[in-house]
C-alpha cells in the first residue's frame, strides 16, 4: 500500500493531487484511486500492470475518470506511469492519464491528459519487490 501527493506539471499545473494505491504481494498488479483539485476537480481510479527493474518502476494500465473535463474529454482513459525508487519507502512517480487520442487520431474529444507529478511513501517497506521484478 503506497500513498503519493504531488501535481499536474503540464497542461493545469498546479492542481493538487493524491493517490492511494494497492499493490498485492507477488504481483505485478496495481489498484489505484487518486483524486485532484485545482482548475479542474476530480477523481481516478484503475488497475495497471507495474513492474520493476533496480530501482525504475513501469506501469501501464486502465483508469477511469467520472468527470470529462477540456484536460481529458472520455471517462475511459489510459494510465501510463514511470518511477524511481529512490529508498524502501519513498519513491517519485509520474503518473498520466489520458484518452490515447493523439495515438488513435481521435479527434471528436478532449485529451490533453493529466501528467501528475508525486512523492510516494510506500507503507509495506518492499518486502515482496523482488518476486514483482519485471526482468531478473
Known amino acids: 500500500m503506497s500513498i503519493g501527493a504531488g501535481a499536474d506539471v503540464y497542461y493545469a499545473r498546479g492542481t493538487q493531487a493524491l493517490f492511494l494505491t494497492y499493490?498485492?504481494?507477488a504481483s505485478h498488479l496495481d489498484f489505484l484511486a487518486g483524486a485532484w483539485r485545482g482548475q479542474y476537480t476530480g477523481q481516478a481510479y484503475g488497475i495497471a500492470y507495474r513492474c520493476t527493474f533496480d530501482r525504475l518502476i513501469g506501469a501501464f494500465g486502465a483508469a477511469y475518470l467520472p468527470k470529462v473535463n477540456g484536460i481529458s474529454g472520455t471517462r475511459g482513459n489510459f494510465?501510463?506511469?514511470l518511477g524511481y525508487q529512490m529508498t524502501?519507502?519513498?519513491?517519485?512517480?509520474?503518473?498520466?492519464?489520458?484518452n490515447g487520442s493523439q495515438v488513435f487520431l481521435w479527434t471528436d474529444r478532449a485529451n490533453q491528459?493529466?501528467?501528475?507529478?508525486?512523492?510516494?511513501y510506500t507503507f509495506d517497506s518492499?518486502?515482496?519487490?523482488?518476486?514483482?521484478?519485471?526482468?531478473q
Open 23 to 25: 499493490q498485492p504481494r
Open 79 to 81: 494510465e501510463i506511469g
Open 88 to 98: 524502501r519507502r519513498w519513491s517519485i512517480f509520474w503518473r498520466h492519464f489520458s
Open 113 to 120: 491528459g493529466w501528467n501528475f507529478l508525486t512523492l510516494d
Open 126 to 135: 518492499g518486502a515482496d519487490v523482488p518476486a514483482r521484478e519485471c526482468i
